[in-house]
């Protein structure tokens, strides 16, 4: 398996911000498509962003404007830039990689994603 390490979920306050991490292990990470999804209790897991191997991004219509995919190749590092936070922002969030070459309509889809984190919290409160 490919172990996802997450990190830097937390509590924040609406209109805040956050930045989380999703580090694979080795370099198998740089072959393999990369996305977060995140999930609240009794709902599917949902897309929020992803990027493909060829560097192609693509956002999910609820955190267009406001979240941003950072690669840092050095450290084979996925952020997610989350700014704009609102309390529906909140749930735990999953760095998940799947195979090369998942089509762009596809890219936000749980069923295209073979590994998984164990999630970080995210929450957004007054």
């Known amino acids: 398996q490919v172990p996802l390490v997450e990190s830097g979920g937390g509590s924040v306050q609406p209109g805040g911000s956050l930045r989380l991490s999703c580090t694979p292990s080795?370099?198998?990470?740089?072959?393999?498509?990369m996305a977060w999804f995140r999930q609240v209790p009794g709902k599917e897991r949902e897309g929020v962003a992803a990027v493909g191997t060829d560097d192609m991004t693509t956002y999910a219509d609820f955190v267009k404007g406001r979240f941003t995919l950072i690669t840092d190749n050095d450290k084979d590092t996925l952020y997610l830039q989350m700014n704009s936070l609102q309390p529906e922002d909140t749930a735990m969030y999953y760095c998940a990689a799947g195979r090369q070459g998942i089509p762009r309509w596809r890219l936000l889809m749980k069923v295209e994603y073979d590994y998984w984190g164990q999630g970080t919290q995210v929450t957004v409160s007054s």
């Open positions: 080795g370099t198998t990470g740089s072959t393999r498509t």
